[in-house]
C-alpha cells in the first residue's frame, strides 16, 4: 500500500511537471495552435507522455465545446455534495491483510492528503495553464480583454497560492510525522480561517461561466486556446467549466472528511478536541460560502426581476428582495369591472404594475410605487368583490381582489410580515403611526393622519349625491370629483379648493372644504356647514356594523318614480323604527323614509317568494330581495319594527333573529 501511495503522489506531481514544462515549451516556441509530435520533455519531467499536450491529428473528431453549467445545477449544489454520495465508500480491510491495517483515522487523513494532492493539481491547471495562457493571448492578439479573462478565473491565483504553498505542505507533515505527532486538528485550525476566500470565487461563478460561454462564441483565438487545452490528456478530456466548478465542491468535501476523522478518533485521542474546533471553523467556511451562493441567487433573481421592469434607475437597487410576485384584480373606483395588474412586493417597497402591450424589453410598467414604511393591509367586506383587500400606503391606496380566498390571504400576508420586519427597524415611527392602542383596521383615515397617506376613494357608483352638499350628481351640471384627503366623491363647488399634500411632496391638489378647512386653518365665511339637518339626513351612510339589517332591495312599481332600478335599505340602530331606503351605501341623504310603526308585511301577489311589500292606509312599498334568505330576514326585521320593538342593548343588535 506504501508503494501504491508513493506512486500516486509522485503521479500528482508529475501533472504539475508536465503542465509546467508544457507551458514553458509553448512559450519558447512559435505561437502555432498545435504542438509539434515527439517533442521532448527531460527526464526529471516525464512521468507522462508528451502526448499529453498533443493535439489530435486531422481528422480526428473533437469534443464539442464547453457545456455550460445551469443555475438550476448550482443551486442544487450544497445538498448534493452534504449527502456525501458522490463520495467513493472505503471499506476497511477489504483489500488489505491484518498485518497492513492502520488506525482509521490516519486513513482518513491520507484520503484527505491524496485528494488535496489531486486538487491541487487541478489548481495548478487553472491558474497557471488556463489562466496565464489566456492572459498572453490576450496580451499578445488583443482578440479579447485581459480584464474578461480576470473576471473568468477571479481570485484562484489567491486560492491555489494557499493550496500549493501553505495547506498541501501542512498536511503532508504531518502525516510523514504521524509516528510522533498524530494529530492535525492544530493544523486546520490555523489555516481554516483563509477559507473564507472562496465566498468571492463562488459568488463570481455563475457570472465567470456566463462570460466564458460567451467569448468561446464572441472571439476565435480565445475558443482556440481553451479548446487546445482541453484537448490535452492533462485534462482529463474534461472542459474548462467543469475544472472551474471544483473549488466550489472543496469546501463541502473538506466537511465530510473531517466530520469521518472525529467519528474515528478515540475518546481519549489529544486531537479530539481540536479537530471538533477544526470542524466547526470548517463548518463557518461552508456555510459562508453557501451563503455567498445564495446571495448569488438572490442577485440573479434581482436582476431578472429588473429587467422584466424595465431597470427604472429608481427602483434598481441591489439590496432589495424580493418577496412576492403575481397577478391581481384592481377594483376601480370609476368602471363596474376589476382590472388585470401585476405586484411586485420587496422588503421596501410594493410596485403596482401594468403589463405593456407590446413586450419589447420590459413586460411591465411600474404606475405606482407604495413604500413599505407605513403601509397598512386589511380584508375588505365587499358582496359584490369577494376576496378582496386594501392596501394603503403614503402615496397611494388600493383595493385589490385576488383569484381565491387562499390568495387574498396569502397575499395580505406577504405584505404585513414586510411590514412588521419595516416596523422592527424603526420602533419610533411605528409608535407614531399605529397610535397607543395599535390599530391597524381603521377603514378611515385618522384626523391626525389626513394629507400624510394617500385615503381610499369612495367608488362613483357607491354615491348618487355630493357627499358634503348632499345634492345629486348628473353628468352635464353637477360631475364627481375626488377629494385627494379624505377620498371622498364630492362636487366641483364643494372642491374648489387646493391644500398641499405631504404623501404627494407638499404639492397642492383638490380637496374638499372640511379638509381644507382642518389642513390650512383657513374658515370660510360662506362655509354652510351649520345649516341644519334635513330629516332624511342620517349624518353618514349607515353600513352593516350601525345597522339592524342592510342591503340592496330591488324597487318594484309606479311608486318609486325616477328613484332607480334599486336601493340601499337600512334600519339603522339609532332609529330602529324607521327605514331608509338611499340611492348608493356612501349617500349621506336618503331618499325615502318609512315609518314602520302600523305597517303590515305580506308576500307579494307575482309568487315569487322573494318579493314582500309593505302596507299601511293606502300606501304600498313592493321590494324584492336577492335571495328568499334575505328576504325572511328582512320580513321579520320589518314585522318586530312595525310592533314597536326597539333593541335595548348592543346585543340585541340584529332585528332579523
Known sequence: MEQANVEQQASVCNLVAVFSNSSRTLRAGSRAHELEDGQAIPEHQQPLTPESWEAPHVGETVGSGPRTVSRTYLTSLKNKLSSGAWRKSWQPGASQGPEMQEPEEKRVVRELLETEQAYVARLYLLDQVFFQELLREAGRSKAFPEDVVRLIFSNISSIYCFHAQFFLPELQRRLDDWTTTPRIGDVIQKLAPFLKMYSEYVKNFERAAELLATWMDKSQPFQEVVSRIQRSKASGSLTLQHHMLEPVQRIPRYELLLKEYVQKLPAQSQDLEDAQRALDMIFSAAQHSNAAIAEMERLQ??????????????????????????????????????????????????????????????????????????????????????????????????????????????????????????????????????????DTQEPELQFEELGLRAPQWVRDKMVTMCMRCQEPFNAL???????????YVVCAKCSDYRAELKYDHNRPNRVCLACYTLLTGNVLPDSKEDKRRGILEKGASVGPDQSLICSFLQLIGDKWGRCGPRGWCVIPQDDPLVLYVYAAPQDIRAHTSIPLLGYQVTSGPQGDPRIFQLQQSGQLYTFKAESEELQGRWVRAIKRAASGWTPEGPGEGDMSD
Not at 374 to 389: C, I, N, Q, Y
Not at 400 to 419: D, G, H, T
Not at 477 to 487: I, K, L, S, Y
Open 301 to 438: 433573481g434581482l436582476w431578472e426581476v429588473y429587467q422584466r421592469l424595465g431597470l427604472e434607475d429608481d427602483i434598481v437597487d441591489p439590496s432589495n428582495t424580493l418577496l412576492r410576485e403575481g397577478p391581481v384584480l384592481k377594483i376601480s373606483f370609476r368602471r363596474s369591472d376589476p382590472m388585470e395588474r401585476y405586484l411586485f412586493l420587496f422588503n421596501n417597497m410594493l410596485l403596482y404594475c401594468v403589463p405593456r402591450v407590446l413586450q419589447v424589453g420590459a413586460q411591465f410598467q411600474v404606475r405606482t410605487r407604495i413604500d413599505v414604511a407605513g403601509m397598512k393591509v386589511r380584508e375588505l367586506t365587499d358582496a359584490e368583490f369577494p376576496h378582496s383587500f386594501l392596501v394603503s400606503g403614503k402615496q397611494r391606496t388600493l383595493e385589490l381582489q385576488a383569484r381565491s380566498q387562499e390568495e387574498m390571504v396569502s397575499w395580505m400576508q406577504a405584505c404585513q410580515a414586510a411590514i412588521d420586519q419595516a416596523e422592527k427597524r424603526n420602533e419610533t415611527f411605528k409608535a407614531a403611526v399605529q397610535g397607543p392602542e395599535g
Open 477 to 487: 351640471t353637477r360631475r364627481r370629483h375626488h377629494c385627494r384627503a379624505c377620498g
